[in-house]
């Protein structure tokens, strides 16, 4: 009797066991498109006990290539031929024993809208960290589920509420401000124990944030910049994941992530990479280390990491129509997948642009990065952009200073300019004089009364070679200091929030100093939208003589002459040094007063700390 109910038991538990294993969960990505370059599509299958499963598909013209059973069974890759597909749907079939599931699956036309623009040195692109500018959306500040249910506005490291609805309500005046293109902090879901608002611990990479907003919200934000004249670039990581992504919490493989037993920080020395006495220690450490403990590294040696990443950013390129991609940490991840990343997206989309972040001290170790770079040959990175962190450096230093010492002030602009035959293209760099990882511009409020520091610094990023970024709230003198942690970098836009005592998106709210920047601001970019003397002209700097800086652009017959006094004092200095460019002009018009100078003579003044831009007559 007993033995009979033991086999009872038994067959009701392999019955069980039966109706219960094999659930397809993910699907990613969850559609694709027919007729891209790329033939070879991966089809990742999450869920319970997929490992062996027999996989075939219903298409005539799809084929399977490839069916790959991880060491994890809850994994199934599929590498599927679409080289003669064309947009259909289709079913998955999958059967592992006495069980079967079917998953339907979508190919479809391309995307025909306005997509992968790219952007150059005729741009300027706006940095907008989405959960510090603007909530659009109150309704989706908590999300019932996800990990953090916190919301609290007086946390600097907490979540406010920002989101996609809160941009694309404001795109106006970002319009109106002047810029070309808006870039966004992460916006993928970030569904983190501990919380992560600003976006660089991703846990789903095909879903936008559900705090955020939703993919559907995303795409029409982009739709809507781009009906305004605004391109849109999206941030995105490589390097690493957030440590609740399953990836983590359920690992598909040993080698999916670096040092995956054992977790080990990054030195946060990437010099290893390029330097020829570097020993293999210190190469592991910084490119496989990860960046925190909630940040595991990935691997993207495996072929599957890497087959994965590359075809999510072609997805949301194609999907929403994006024209830009910054990558992030891009010198801490494999510099040969990351190299072959770069040409597959721009094969897909030759227009597109890609700026790395490339946080290194010096200009040399910034060029490295940048493609065709002869200090990397015969290696190529094929990365068309990198970040110019060096001139942040001085652009936060040089107008404190006098230029009366040799290498103080404004010789620092002309040294370092001196030396830009490191880089392959200096149009193509990244100009900024702030972000979200650095002090503002402005550190304290004591220094928002110094406007002349500014109004420096702003005419010289855009008037010099590269793609300048201005950081949200530069324009109306926000000021953080990183020493107060990165909260104090990513203040809340005054305005983005019902109830807030000031709106700094009208003019009417802001201070008169507020608008006296705004008012600058936007003056000079929107003389530089267009202008292609500044985004394509030939460059020719002076030394500076007797604390005057002056550098002249000129392309197809127009030219302007920028004229910085780098002294406190005013200064009346002779124009021969300038007689080169001058030959013929008796005038120029500043295109900031709109005064006219006249040119014509020996010499010329300027006031304490100030600039001209000077349009040649």
């Known amino acids: ?82 080289a003669d597909a064309s947009a259909e749907n289709f079913t998955i079939t999958l059967k592992k024993g006495k069980k079967t599931q079917q998953i339907p699956y979508e190919l479809k036309s391309r995307n025909q809208k306005t997509k ?21 959306n109150p309704k989706n500040d908590v999300v019932k589920g996800m990990r953090d249910q916190s919301l609290d506005r007086n946390n600097p490291d907490g979540r406010h509420g920002g989101d996609i609805a809160g941009i694309t309500n404001n795109l106006d005046y970002i319009v109106d401000l002047g810029v070309t293109a808006i870039w966004l902090n992460p916006v993928q879901e970030n569904d983190m124990t501990g919380g992560s608002y600003h976006g660089y611990a991703i846990t789903d990479y095909y879903n936008v944030d559900q705090r955020f907003g939703t993919n559907e919200e995303f795409v029409d934000m982009v ?14 990581i490589f390097n690493h994941c957030g440590s609740e992504h399953i990836f983590f919490t359920d690992k598909p493989a040993h080698d999916w992530f670096n040092f995956q037993d054992n977790f080990k920080q990054t030195s946060y020395k990437t010099i290893p990479q390029f330097d020829p006495y570097a020993s293999q220690y210190d190469m592991k450490e910084a490119v496989d280390g990860w960046f925190v403990e909630v940040m595991p590294d990935l691997n993207q040696r495996n072929r599957h990491v890497a087959k994965y990443l590359t075809q999510n950013s072609i997805w949301w390129i194609e999907y ?5 991609i910054r990558q992030d940490t891009h010198p801490y991840a494999d510099f040969d997948f990351m190299s072959k990343w770069c040409l597959d997206v721009r094969r897909e989309y030759p227009d597109f642009s890609i700026v790395g972040e490339t ?87 004591e220094q928002t009364k110094d406007f002349n520091r500014y109004k420096q610094a702003l005419a010289l990023m855009l008037t010099t070679r590269g793609i300048p970024e201005i950081y949200y709230g530069t324009e109306i003198m926000m000021f953080g200091d990183k020493g107060k942690g990165d909260g104090h970098l990513r203040k809340d836009f005054p305005g983005g929030w019902e109830g807030d005592t000031t709106n700094a998106f ?21 003389w530089r939208k267009d202008n292609k003397v500044v985004s394509e002209g030939t460059l020719m700097q002076f ?30 200095f002779p124009l021969a040094p300038y007689a080169e460019v001058l030959k013929g002009v008796k005038s120029g018009k500043d295109v900031i007063s709109g005064n006219m100078f006249d040119l014509s003579g020996e010499k010329l003044s300027l006031s304490p700390k100030d600039v001209v831009i000077l349009e040649l007559n």
């Open 116 to 136: 992968a623009l790219g952007f150059n040195s005729s741009d300027v692109l706006y940095l907008i960290m989405p959960d510090r500018f603007a909530n659009g």
């Open 543 to 572: 030394s500076p003589t007797d604390q005057i800086y002056a550098y002249h652009r000129s392309h197809e017959g127009k030219a302007i002459l920028v004229i910085f006094n780098g002294s406190k004092n005013e200064k009346t």
């Open 506 to 526: 009208k003019a009417s709210d802001r201070t008169p100093a507020e608008n006296r920047i705004f008012d600058y601001t936007k003056k000079l970019l929107n």
């Open 223 to 236: 739709d809507k910049s781009h009906q305004k004249g605004l391109k849109v670039v999206m941030d995105m």
């Open 320 to 324: 929403s129509g994006i024209d830009g």
């Open 359 to 445: 946080w290194l001290n010096t200009n040399v170790a910034i060029s490295y990065w940048q493609e065709n770079s002869r200090l990397a040959y015969p290696k190529n990175s094929h990365l068309p952009v990198v970040m110019d962190f060096p001139l942040t450096y001085i652009l936060n230093s040089a107008f404190d200073e006098e230029t009366s010492m040799w290498g103080e002030g404004m010789s620092k602009f002309y040294e370092y300019f001196a030396e830009d035959i490191v880089y392959a293209n200096p149009n193509n760099l990244l100009t900024f004089l702030d972000n979200h990882d650095t002090s503002r511009f402005y550190q304290n409020e």
């Open 1 to 82: 009797m007993f033995k009979k109910i033991h086999l009872l038991l038994l067959a009701v538990l392999l019955s069980s066991a039966s109706t219960f294993a094999m659930k397809v969960d993910q699907v990613q990505p969850a559609f694709w498109w027919a007729g891209m370059k790329e033939t070879s599509l991966q089809v990742m299958l999450y869920g319970k006990d997929l490992s062996g499963s027999t996989v075939t598909i219903s298409s005539n013209k799809v084929k399977i290539d490839e069916v790959v059973s991880l060491e994890n069974p809850n994994y199934l890759f599929l590498y599927l031929n679409i």
